[in-house]
C-alpha cells in the first residue's frame, strides 16, 4: 500500500479553517489537512466532530446551511477554491459523495450513474466510463435497470460512488461510507476504494467513524475532536498509537474494551497538546 509520504504532491490544502453557521456556532476550529496526489487520507472521529463540515467546507455546499468558512483558506493545486461553485469544483476534479447516498429514488442505477457525467460532452469516453463503473460494481451492472429506490444500501453507496466516477474526477470527498452497512459490504466498499486509488490514480479523503477500516485501508489520517485535530500521522502509526487503540479502537493494555468503557475517558494531557 502506498505510503503518502511518497508523493510530495499536494493536490488539496486546508489552512487553519474556522466555520460558523448561523453567524454564531462555531464548529470548525483551526482546522488544517493536506490530501497528497494518490493517496487515501482518512479524517476520522465521533459523531459531531465535524467530520461532515471539514468536507462541505472543501466542497462548498456550507451556504445552503447557512455555514460559511470565516477564516483560513482551501487551495487545490495550489489555487484558492473556497469562492468557487460546487459545479465549478467538480470541473476541476473534485467531487464529494454525500453522507446517506442521496441517489435519485426515481431514477434507475444506470440513470443515476449517468447524471455523474452531466458537465461532460465526450459521448463515447462517458460510455466507456460507465463500463469502467460496472467493472468495479457488478452487482450495479446486474440491476441497472432497476430503481435505485428499491435497491439496497449498499448498491446505493456503490451507486453514488459509481456516479462520482462517472465525472472523472482527480479527488474524492467520500463522507461516512460505512453508515448502515453490514461489516461485509464495508470491506467490499473500501477494497473497491483502494483499487479505485491504485488502479486509476483518484485520491480519496473520506470521513469515518470507522476507525478500525479507515486506518486498514487509509495512508494517512487525521482525527478531529470538537472541531479540532488532535492527532494525525501515517495510518500504520495511527493503528499503533495507544490513545487511538483505547479511544478509538477500543483496545488498551488490558485488553478490549466495550464501547461503554471508553466513550467517556478522561484524555491524558499530551492528546491535547
Known sequence: MLDAGQNDETLLEVNNIEVIYNHVILVLKGVSLTVPKGGITALLGGNGAGKTTTLKAISNLL???????????????????QDLNPADLVKRGVIQVMEGRHCFEHLTVEENLLTGAYTRGDGRAVAQDLEMVYEYFPRLKERRK??????????????????????RPETILLDEPSMGLAPQLVEQIFEIVKS??????????LAEQNTNVA???????????????????PAAELREN????????????????????????RRRKRWLS
Do not use: W
Open 63 to 81: 451556504h445552503s446551511e447557512r455555514g460559511e468558512v470565516t477564516k483560513g483558506s482551501i487551495n487545490y493545486r495550489g489555487d484558492r477554491i
Open 215 to 233: 486506518l486498514r485501508y487509509a495512508h494517512y489520517g487525521y482525527i478531529l475532536e470538537s472541531g479540532r485535530i488532535v492527532m494525525d500521522g
Open 146 to 167: 432497476s430503481q435505485a429506490g428499491y435497491t439496497s444500501g449498499g448498491e446505493q453507496q456503490m451507486c453514488a460512488i459509481g456516479r462520482a466516477l462517472m465525472s
Open 242 to 265: 495507544p490513545d487511538v487503540k483505547e479511544f478509538y479502537l477500543g483496545v488498551s493494555e488490558e485488553g478490549r474494551k466495550s464501547f461503554r468503557d471508553v466513550r467517556s475517558y
Open 196 to 205: 479505485v486509488n491504485e488502479n486509476e490514480g483518484v485520491s480519496f479523503l
